[in-house]
């Protein structure tokens, strides 16, 4: 995924968990030398640790000092923000979400939702001990994101229209502050921890609110020159049925409310959990999601393929409609069982795909990211 050694000394501590420098230097692809100064300026910079030293794994041979991880010692900081609510979470760099919470919009507009995501985070970065290092704040959202000015180019369920997230929120918490869309997001949290660990080429379909999908060939996110990879509005156009901005999460709701007596998106995922009528909305769903997979897997014949979808596990039979439309449809013959899967985050993928946009630089070049942020 980088080219940047220190990126890949840590990196490799990561996927061994606690390892002495020689086995890093294999996983990492670097020589022993290389990993003897990178491992230096990362334990300099705190981001990795020396354990005690033990002996070789037969009890005989010259001792080592492993070194691991400080996820103790380092932490990122989250927002994701959704159609109708913010996530703020803490999230440390071994993956592990220390805390998180929702708060629901009071409006639309974007600088309510970002005066309350600031009140939010110095709250809960108020709560980290003073020796833990907060890395950053990553924040992702639906529609179309340029990474390089931190904006919100166009969001269509939330009428924004280049609002500059980054700069406002930098500027009102003090943080390092990094900005990309959801589902790019969760291609990088994927690679890093989830189901796209070591793999080449790879798709990331998020089916929500906003359904979009991130495309990784030789281990990196496509982004295009306008950042706006991703978009797949138009490849419903040859499925019957609605379009495709009616199979998101509040269309699936309001096209329910028509046909039952659920008033909220939590009473429409239990009466669809129980296997009540609701639930052929979101077969309804699956399938034409289903299509549209196979279709990407005909495309870049991925070796893997993740899906985010809040009915997936919930609700019966939606992994199968998933499974079979794309059985149905791919060309390839791609076998769902071996290329298909859940997130690696079910309940937690906002909080995640958030935290994955600090965390993917941290990776990528750990000593250029934490320079940048000192400056």
Known sequence: MTNNSAGAVLRAVLDLGSAPRSVIAKRAGVSPATVTWQSKALLDAGLLVELPETAGPTGVGRPHSPIALDSAGNVVLALHIAAAHITVAAVDIAGVIHHSEKVPHRTHAPYDILDTAVERIIAVAATVPPEVRIRGLGVAVGGRVDTTTGSVVDHSYLRWRDVPVREYLAARTGLPTSVDSHTRAVAHVEQLYG???????????????????????????????????????????????????????????????????????????????????????????????????AALIDLIDPEAVVLVDRALTPVPGVREAYAEAVRAHSTMGADPAEVVFETAFPGQVLAMSAAGVVLHELFSEPLTSIAADAV
């Open 195 to 293: 189901h796209l660990r070591g793999t080449a080429s790879s798709i990331v379909l998020f089916v929500g609110n906003v359904i979009d999908a991130a495309i990784a060939v030789h281990g990196r996110v496509h982004y295009g020159p306008r950042s706006g990879a991703g978009s797949i509005a138009r490849l419903l156009g040859a499925t019957a049925g609605p379009a495709l901005d009616e199979f998101g999460d509040l269309a699936l709701l309001s096209r329910a409310r028509v046909h039952s007596r659920v008033t909220t998106m939590t009473e429409l995922d239990a009466a669809a959990a129980a296997g009540g009528p609701e639930r052929e909305f979101f077969l309804e769903r699956a399938t034409a999601m289903g299509e549209v997979a």
